[in-house]
């Protein structure tokens, strides 16, 4: 196990405050964290790991930002998305399918992903306020994490100019057969300049936390939109207790945010939570319209879910 631990896990220090002194949360082996599917298709040997190895998730003595530490190499973060899930796809031709928007009764991924794409056009509505928007560019959306390509199709129906970036060479390849825009983060130039950036369930994957906000702040327009959800710490006490850990799987979800530590690290790349907030959730009924006002006035963005949506702005 220390041979394993030495050659392809790495310490660091805290990615908020740079400290590094750190308590332990939990600690977890694939064999408690992967379900059986997950099972199936992972390669664990790709990784040099197997299913006893241990992976500890950390808090911050400092600042309690909860993350993986130690945590993989950065050259082994690739194999994770496309050598070690070697059977992930199999099976699944209906989440590819539904990603085609002439297939109107399979589009459950591309519903859920409309309420975040619509919320983020309403702070560009101006755009939008007559029929031929003279004096108005046309609006540049870059998709970090893009997936199927849902939300890229979605900006063909609203005249937006999309790019999608991605790690993951399958998901990659399909939006390529589909003639979207797509490409790798090392492809696209940091002279392409957009309006929106949406991330949708990317940041708790991503590896490098500073370089990833450099990536985005260096890509945005002055009062952009940057838009994205992500795991709090509050997940691994549910997960914990339910004795199911299905989000808190170490191997990939590496950073848990609370409201405090991801507005620090937004702070350094010059976002800033905005002062408006819209939604387009549908609601039916008093109670959906009381979960959607608590989530998002009450409990800012970081309801006790285990799960935080929130809209940063460039300044």
């Not at 530490?69 to 031709?93: D, E, G, T």
């Not at 991924?109 to 031929?132: N, V």
């Not at 890509?219 to 509050?234: D, H, Y």
């Not at 549908?282 to 006035?297: A, M, S, V």
């Amino acid at each position: 196990m220390k041979h394993i631990k030495n050659s392809i896990f790495r310490n660091i220090n805290c990615p908020i405050c740079e400290n590094n002194s750190f308590t332990i949360v939990i600690k977890l082996t694939p064999r408690q964290f992967l379900n059986e599917e997950r099972k199936k298709y992972y390669n664990l040997d790709s990784l040099g790991v197997n299913l006893d190895t241990n992976f500890y998730i950390k808090k911050c003595k400092k600042c309690k930002f909860v993350f993986v530490n130690p945590r993989l190499k950065s050259n082994l973060y690739s194999v994770v998305y496309n050598k070690a899930k070697i059977n992930q796809y199999n099976n699944k031709n209906w989440a590819i399918e539904e990603g085609v928007i002439s297939n109107l009764y399979n589009l459950h991924h591309k519903y859920r992903e409309s309420f975040r794409f619509l919320s983020t056009l309403l702070y560009f509505k101006k755009y939008f306020k007559k029929p031929k928007n003279d004096g108005y560019e046309q609006l540049k959306l870059l998709d970090y994490g893009c997936g199927y390509g849902h939300t890229l199709e979605l900006c063909k129906v609203f005249g937006v100019d999309a790019t999608g970036v991605e790690i993951d060479l399958m998901r990659l390849n399909i939006c390529k057969q589909k003639n979207l825009n797509a490409k790798l983060p090392s492809e696209l130039s940091t002279s392409e300049k957009f309006h929106i950036v949406i991330s949708s369930s990317v940041i708790e994957h991503i590896n490098d936390l500073n370089s990833y906000f450099k990536y985005i702040s260096e890509r945005v327009v002055e009062n952009g939109i940057f838009s994205f959800n992500g795991l709090t710490p509050k997940i691994i006490e549910i997960e914990r207790r339910n004795n199911y850990f299905k989000n808190v799987m170490p191997l990939e979800h590496v950073n848990y945010f609370d409201r405090k530590s991801l507005l620090k690290i937004a702070k350094k790349y010059n976002f800033y939570e905005t002062k408006k907030i819209y939604s387009v959730f549908p609601t039916e009924g008093l109670t959906d319209y009381l979960t959607q006002f608590f989530k998002r006035i009450i409990f800012k963005g970081f309801p006790p879910t285990g799960n935080f949506s929130i809209e940063l702005v460039k300044k």
